[in-house]
T-cell receptor, first 110, second 110 residues
Framework: QKEVEQDPGPLSVPEGAIVSLNCTYS??????FMWYRQYSRKGPELLMY????GNKEDGRFTAQVDKSSKYISLFIRDSQPSDSATYLC??????????FGTGTRLTIIP | NAGVTQTPKFQVLKTGQSMTLQCAQD?????MYWYRQDPGMGLRLIYY???????DKGEVPNGYNVSRLNKREFSLRLESAAPSQTSVYFC?????????FGSGTRLTVV
């Protein structure tokens, strides 16, 4: 079993819709949870970062962590074509190693 | 991506050839990383360096060597390239919140 599981998609939604992206993880020792966005032929860029259960908002993006069920989510409101990218969840024990999900490819249809 | 520069951007090697992937940061962070990204596998850690002069193996170190000569530069060497090393390679550094990635090197081994 992979430490971080993520549905690879692809996922296509119409512009303006709410997008829900999800990951599950197996190791309860993970302390930090991140979402990265990766545009085609680019490196990943940090989108959201949290270390606690609950919700964290940043503009149109909300990261949600449920440590009891080992489930993390990213919600995108009022989705835009510029949100089309691959989204990677990542977990960390607080040490040097970051464990990534395989990524979900998202397309926003104008 | 600002702060982490990788060269070259593209490379084609023949089986058995050697090459060094270069990475340099201008962000003065201690920790630097090399990841490879393959379809369906996500990002996997090859080697990392927590500080100048130190290196440690990650998840998939076989076939690779690294060198951290100074705080700014962290290179990845393939001594005898194999087709299984065809991948996109990303260098990254780390601050207290997360990781900053370079734009990647696309390597094809034929």
């Amino acid at each position: 079993q992979k430490e971080v599981e993520q549905d690879p998609g692809p996922l296509s939604v119409p512009e303006g819709a709410i997008v829900s992206l999800n990951c599950t993880y197996s190791n309860s020792a993970f302390q930090y949870f991140m979402w990265y966005r990766q545009y085609s032929r680019k490196g990943p860029e940090l989108l959201m970062y949290t270390y606690s259960s609950g919700n964290k908002e940043d503009g149109r993006f909300t990261a949600q962590v449920d440590k009891s069920s080992k489930y993390i989510s990213l919600f995108i409101r009022d989705s835009q074509p510029s949100d089309s990218a691959t989204y990677l969840c990542a977990n960390n024990f607080g040490n040097e190693k970051l464990t990534f999900g395989t990524g979900t490819r998202l397309t926003i249809i104008p | 991506n600002a702060g982490v520069t990788q060269t070259p951007k593209f490379q084609v090697l023949k089986t058995g050839q050697s090459m060094t992937l270069q990475c340099a940061q201008d962000m003065n962070h201690n920790s630097m990383y090399w990841y490879r990204q393959d379809p369906g596998m996500g990002l996997r850690l090859i080697y990392y360096s927590a500080s100048e002069g130190t290196t440690d193996k990650g998840e998939v170190p076989n076939g690779y060597n690294v060198s951290r000569l100074n705080k700014r530069e962290f290179s990845l060497r393939l001594e005898s390239a194999a087709p299984s090393q065809t991948s996109v390679y990303f260098c990254a550094n780390k601050d207290r919140r997360g990781y900053t990635f370079g734009s990647g090197t696309r390597l094809t081994v034929v």
